[in-house]
Every structure is written in C-alpha cells, then in structure tokens.
C-alpha cells in the first residue's frame, strides 16, 4: 500500500488556493479572466483576460461590431496611443499583438471580431488592485474605469470583508450587466460604509444613493425611487451640491410615472440650481431641454402650462459682450417665434422664427435683454436676461 505524502497534499492545496485567487501560471504571472469592469464607454471593445507579469501587463480584448465600423489601434510611440491609468498615474503602451500592420481594424460587412492584445508597463499587483483602460479620444476618454485585477469570486470576497472599491466596483458592474438585485445588494454594503464614514448629507454618501434611485428606476420601483428621492431631498438645504441631481433624477421619476407636469417643473428647478452656481453648458441646456420637449407634448390640452411656450434656458458667450454682439443658445419648448429687445417693450424690433443659436448687437452700455415667445396666439411671459 502506498505512503501518504503530506508534501503532496500541501501543494495540492497551495495550487487549489491559487487558482481560486486567480490562475496563477507561476510566480512571476498572473492572470484574470473576464474581468469585473465598473464602467464601460464602448459597445465594440471587451476585456477577456489579463495577464499581469513582472516586466508587463496584456489586456486581450475583443473588437466586435454589427455594422460598418473602424477601430486604429495607435502604435505605441504615438501620443495617442492607448495607456493604462491608476489614479493619476499614467502606464504607457509599450506593444501590441496581432494588430494589422495597417493598425486599422474594420468591419465591412457586419459582424466581423477581432482578437488582440494591449501590452503596457509592469505593475505590482499585489498593491495595485484596479486600473483604467484609456484612450484619448475626446468623446470617450475613458473606454473601461475600474478594472479590477482578480477574479469575480475573489471581488465578492473582499466586498463581503468591506473592501469599499470591490464593493462600488461589484455595483456597477451588476447594474452595468442588468443583475440588479446584485447591484442593489453590493450598493447597499458600500452605502453603510460611507454612512459609517462620512454621516448621509456628505456629497459621496448622496452620489451613491443616487445611483440606486436610479437603479430602482431602471426596475421600475417608481413608488420606491420616489418615496427614496424625495426623503433625502427634505433634509438638504438649498445650496447643497448634490440637490441638483436630485430635481433632475425626480424629474426622471415623475415622467416615467406619466406626471409630465411635475416633471417639467423638477427639470425647470435643476437648471435654475445649476444657474445659481454658474455651472450650466449648452450640453446640459440641450439634453434638459430634450427631456421637457417630451413632457410638454405629452400635456393635456386643457392644461395652462401647455398653453404657453416655455423658455427652459440661455447660455451666453460672454466673450462676444466687449465685440458689440451677444451670442446665445436659446432652449425653449412649444415656441415657432420669438422677439428680443434691449427694450421691455419691444418697440424697436419685430417678431422672427425661433432657433437656437442667435446672435444680437449691442448697444454700448446694455446689461439686460428682453426676449418672448409665441405659437399662435398663445405667447410667453416676458423674461428679462441679465448679460
């Protein structure tokens, strides 16, 4: 009969360890695959494994898409090259693999999936727990945020021991892939944390909370978001930074309810907070605007507030003052004409279609505009603009 080899059994249980951590191939490699990845800016790109070595790090990923689309994988020397990034260090690309020699990868004729790899700088780790895949594209510079480095079993762990990044970094992944109840329940460990930490009216306490407002949103928990929303709403004064947010995911809340006035009237009270601290971008104007556009066209014809045109904000060029001229974005819903003057009564111009962008000359000295709208014969209060 065979000895029993206590050596055995403890390399047995060494590389069971090991490969439950992750896929350790030796000592100087390690590897994760798929990833948990907390946020993702791309529909074509997908991390399948990476692989941690002394001297580099390989992300091999997936370029897939479903329609006629093009990826140029700059090479590594360039400045726009791919690179890693944690916190604020940059790790720079330092190869690629099986990229076409003319660094374009394209998809002609539909669905076509290419397989490569990213080669960066080494890192420790053993320390170093997450990083970012960046690309510095201006519309997406950020192509995957919070890579964990290891396992998904692993990430649960270390969430369920209190690891706050595994924790938010579980969240959105959860969320991210449609798996809410997990998402709720990974969102509700780091919330107690942050409440132990930091008390429930601190800025990142509210942001988390937000996001699961926003998750019972998606799950269509009205009742639940609302009732959530509007709790920690009544507890924050009006200059909070985080009130904001809150009349616009409120506002969110009330038009998927089918309250379209409500709505309106949330959206209206963000952009007015936002105005108070100077904060406002025409991006914002614009996709504010968008979400009212669709409230107001979904009001009962009775209503007073459809009656009316509504003027939902303007964003200034302030550098065109001093040139003689002011150049505004003028957001506003169920206008065709608009009038502006630097008179309240309006007797020196006429009545023009609305749009957007409009450029108007200035009187040396003028501080205020007035503008008002019409559709028909249902026209605006007059407001007065400050420049």
Same mark, same amino acid.
């Given at each position: ?31 994760? *695959? ?45 400045? *726009? ?22 660094? &374009? ?8 999936? %290419? ?63 449609? *798996? ?9 460990? %780091? ?45 924050? %004064? ?8 809150? &009349? ?11 309250? &379209? &006035? ?22 914002? %104007? ?102």
């Amino acid at each position: 009969m065979p000895k029993f080899c206590p050596s055995l059994l403890f390399v047995f249980l060494l590389l069971n360890h090991l490969l439950g951590k992750g896929q350790a191939v030796s000592s100087r490699e390690y590897i994760v *695959n798929q990833p948990i990845i907390a946020g993702q800016n791309t529909d074509v790109l997908e991390i399948k494994r990476i692989v941690c070595k002394k001297d580099s790090t390989w992300l091999e990923l997936d370029f897939t898409c479903f329609e006629p689309e093009g990826l140029f994988v700059n090479p590594a020397d360039s400045a *726009n090259a791919f690179r890693l990034k944690y916190k604020d260090k940059f790790l720079p690309l330092l190869s690629t693999r099986s990229v076409p020699e003319s660094r &374009h990868l394209n998809c002609q004729d539909g669905q076509v999936s %290419y397989q490569f790899a990213l080669g960066f700088a080494g890192i420790d780790y053993d320390k170093i727990k997450y990083v970012d895949l960046c690309a510095f594209f201006p519309e997406k510079p950020i192509l995957f945020e919070g890579i964990l480095l290891c396992t998904a079993k692993e990430a649960e762990k270390n969430a369920q021991d209190g690891d706050t990044l595994a924790q938010i970094s579980l969240a959105r992944y959860f969320q991210r892939t449609t *798996n809410y109840p997990k998402a709720e329940f990974f969102f509700e460990l %780091y919330l107690k944390k942050l409440n132990r930490l930091y008390g429930s009216k601190d800025v990142r306490y509210l942001s988390v909370t937000q996001e699961i407002i926003k998750l019972y949103l998606l799950r269509m928990e009205l009742e639940k978001a609302e009732s959530l929303c509007t709790s920690l709403m009544q507890g924050l %004064y009006s200059a909070h930074p985080s009130l904001p947010e809150f &009349h616009s995911i409120l506002g969110d809340i009330y038009q998927t309810k089918g309250a &379209h &006035h409500e709505a309106i009237l949330e959206y209206m009270k963000y952009l007015q907070l936002l105005e108070k601290k100077g904060v406002v971008k025409s991006s914002v %104007y614009s996709a504010t605007t968008n979400l009212i556009q669709y409230s107001y066209g979904q009001l009962p014809n009775q209503d007073t507030l459809a009656a009316k045109p509504l003027l939902v904000g303007i964003a200034i060029n302030k550098k065109q003052l001093v040139q003689g001229v002011v150049l505004m974005k003028i957001f506003a819903v169920g206008a065709d004409q608009m009038i502006i003057s630097q008179n309240p009564d309006f007797v020196d111009t006429d009545w023009r279609p609305y749009t957007i962008k409009e450029i108007v000359p200035l009187e040396i000295g003028t501080e205020r505009l007035f503008i008002k709208f019409r559709f028909g014969t249902a026209m605006s209060e007059t407001v007065e603009i400050n420049l």
